[in-house]
């Protein structure tokens, strides 16, 4: 790999370090698939050149990844990754991800902008996990069943 399986991009207006965008881009890149162990990342330089932020700013990223054990800093060679964060269902040609594709698109011809799909999608993540807790605090546990069968 010549380290160009990802293309950070730093969005300067979010309010979000840049450090802390590079990790969670290449967070986002180990779930989804696009980045699999024994892949290199780019250099600091190429960042540097993409991105034009500090050279410092990018090897904080990478050292963080590194002490959270996602990649591995090799003098004189690179920085590659050594840990997956794919799940089953995530990968670039599986049918769920066909599916989000697809409603993605929908959104956008509808005129939705990235922060409305955003809130879309976490407001329904919220929603679903607090049917899944309501629904296992409702159930009975086997304790909970002895005793309402005694």
Not at 14 to 24: D, L
């Amino acid at each position: 790999m010549e380290g160009d399986v990802v293309e950070y991009r730093i969005d300067r207006g979010s309010g979000v370090p840049a450090y802390v965008q590079i990790v969670e881009q290449t967070e986002r890149a180990l779930r989804m698939g696009t980045l699999k162990v024994g892949d290199k990342l780019p250099t600091a330089r190429e960042v540097v050149a993409a991105t034009a932020i500090n050279p410092n700013t990018v090897l904080r990223a990478y050292r963080d990844m590194e002490q959270a054990g996602l990649v591995e800093l090799r003098r004189g060679l690179g920085t590659f990754v050594t840990r997956s964060l794919a799940r089953p269902g995530a990968e670039n040609d599986s049918p769920l991800r066909t599916d989000l594709t697809d409603w993605t698109a929908r959104a956008r011809a509808a005129g939705l902008e990235r922060a409305d799909i955003l809130a879309m999608v976490t407001a329904a993540l919220d929603a679903h996990d607090k049917e899944q807790h309501e629904q296992h605090q409702h159930t009975p546990g086997d304790r909970e069943r002895k005793e309402e069968d005694a």
